[in-house]
């Protein structure tokens, strides 16, 4: 079964640093474009990142380019988001998800639990 | 990075039909044939309903449908049952920086 597993959510200080993880299972990560999505309290979903299967491209929103970096670790099958100098409106639920292919703007066609971030 | 257009909500008797449009520009839905929708039940992750403007993945009931026109999307919904209450999604490739935009969502209440 295919599945994702994130965690690394918990609550930070603005300005500060978090490390969010993402476990895929019941696939490789390398055949396929990932992506970190994003959903603040009561709000709709927010594309973040994707990087494509080969790992050569990684995309970013504007308002989180140059604070967070989408890491692949294929031999763990794990995929990181490193967030850096975070602002209160990062605040949301972080979800990875896997696209169709590797091709990134494809559906995002499993989707994990989320891990909730707080910048407070 | 402007999201795509919804309506906050639509309603509907079980048994009816709905459409949740999706409006954006012609540089996002006019320009590709990658629209797609997601159904998110509070508290949960979302799931995918409909690719590529009209299809369903495996196991996605033929009581969802979806359509293109222009810049406008749709999302159509047969036979209503309680079970569909959810809040739905639609998102399109873009031309902009952005991989892709979503829509700000639409609550389904049945």
């Known amino acids: 079964e295919v599945q994702l597993l994130e965690s690394g959510g918990k609550l930070v200080q603005p300005g500060g640093s978090l490390r969010l993880s993402c476990v895929a299972s019941g696939f490789t990560i390398s055949n396929y474009a990932m992506s970190w999505l994003r959903q603040a309290p009561g709000k709709g979903l927010e594309w973040v990142s994707t990087?494509?299967?080969?790992?050569?491209?990684?995309f970013y929103r504007d308002s989180v380019k140059g604070r967070f970096t989408f890491y692949r670790d294929n031999l763990k099958n794990t995929l990181y988001l490193d967030m850096a100098r975070l602002r209160v409106d990062d605040t949301a639920v972080y979800y990875c998800a896997k696209q169709m292919t590797g091709d990134p703007p494809d559906p995002f066609d499993t989707w994990g639990l989320g891990t909730m971030v707080i910048v407070s | 990075q402007s999201a795509l257009t919804q309506p906050a909500s639509v309603s509907g008797s079980p048994g009816q039909s709905i459409t949740i449009s999706c409006t954006g520009t012609s540089g996002d839905i006019g320009s590709y044939d990658s629209v797609s929708w997601y159904q998110q039940f509070p508290g949960k992750a979302p799931k995918l309903l409909i690719y590529?403007?009209?299809h369903r993945p495996s196991g996605v009931s033929n009581r969802f449908s979806a359509s293109k026109s222009g810049n406008t999307a749709s999302l159509t919904i047969t036979g209503l049952q309680p079970e569909d209450e959810a809040d739905f999604y639609c998102t399109s490739s873009t031309n902009t920086d952005a991989l892709v935009l979503f829509g700000g969502g639409t609550r389904l209440t049945v």
């Open positions: 990087a494509s299967g080969t790992g050569g491209s990684t």
């Open positions: 590529d403007v009209t």
